[in-house]
């Protein structure tokens, strides 16, 4: 069974750029949840989709946005790049019920 | 809200030795609670989950966690610690109420350990 794949790896851009990022989740997943890893704050969960509807936001700016497609893929986007945007993004499907959390491998995006 | 608290940030054992890595949580409602462990430039791997059924759970590589509702607390043991338990391991709280399947992290233990 496919785990849940993250493109690309690795990403490098410049203040002022935006960024797409993908997730793709384990077959059947309806859930994708979006983190944002970094050493000063941590993990904190920046939004969910489930069934192509955000079903919940964090407390990030407007220049993070998300998508989800119906075969369930889902995108992130970043848009206006800034130095503090520099990450490890993390996606995680689930299925039914608490507890499915599945985690890629992230994208670690470096702003430069 | 929902919380978590991990007690230290770091925690050295010697291989062979007892891990303790220490996680209290705070929540209005039944918690489900989660560890999950992370080596380097990696994802987040689960090691174990607690959703209501039985209070001691055991997970991947001989970790178990227990927990008491009475002490809010969700402790994560191993009796023997090997080298290749060397990583970061978060605990987390859910926020799942069918409208809504968020993860609540707490920030994250270091496990060195040393031979």
């Known amino acids: 069974k496919a785990g849940v794949t993250q493109t690309p790896r690795y990403l490098i851009k410049t203040r002022g750029q935006q960024v797409t990022l993908s997730c793709s989740p384990i077959?059947?997943?309806?859930?994708v949840s979006w983190y944002q890893q970094t050493p000063g704050q941590g993990l904190q969960f920046l939004f969910e989709y489930f069934s192509e509807t955000q079903r919940n936001k964090g407390n990030f700016p407007g220049r993070f946005s998300g998508r989800q497609f119906s075969n369930s893929r889902s995108e992130m986007n970043v848009s206006t790049l800034e130095l503090g945007d520099s990450a490890l993004y993390l996606c995680?499907?689930?299925?039914?019920?608490?507890?499915?959390?599945?985690f890629g491998s992230g994208t670690r995006l470096t702003v430069v | 809200a929902q919380s978590v608290t991990q007690l230290g940030s770091h925690v050295s054992v010697s291989e062979g030795a007892l891990v303790l890595l220490r996680c209290n949580y705070s929540?209005?409602?039944?918690?489900?609670l989660f560890w999950y462990v992370q080596y380097p430039n990696q994802g987040l791997q689960l090691l174990l989950k607690?959703?209501?059924?039985?209070?001691l759970v055991k997970g991947i590589n001989g970790f178990e966690a227990e927990f008491k509702k009475s002490e809010t607390s969700f402790h994560l043991t191993k009796p023997s610690a090997h080298m290749s338990d060397a990583a970061e391991y978060f605990c987390a709280v859910s926020e799942y109420g069918g409208a809504t399947n968020k993860l609540i992290f707490g920030t994250g233990t270091l496990l060195a350990v040393q031979p």
């Open positions: 995680a499907s689930s299925g039914e019920g608490p507890g499915g959390y599945t």
């Open positions: 077959s059947g997943h309806r859930s």
């Open positions: 607690y959703t209501s059924a039985a209070t």
């Open positions: 929540s209005s409602v039944p918690p489900y």
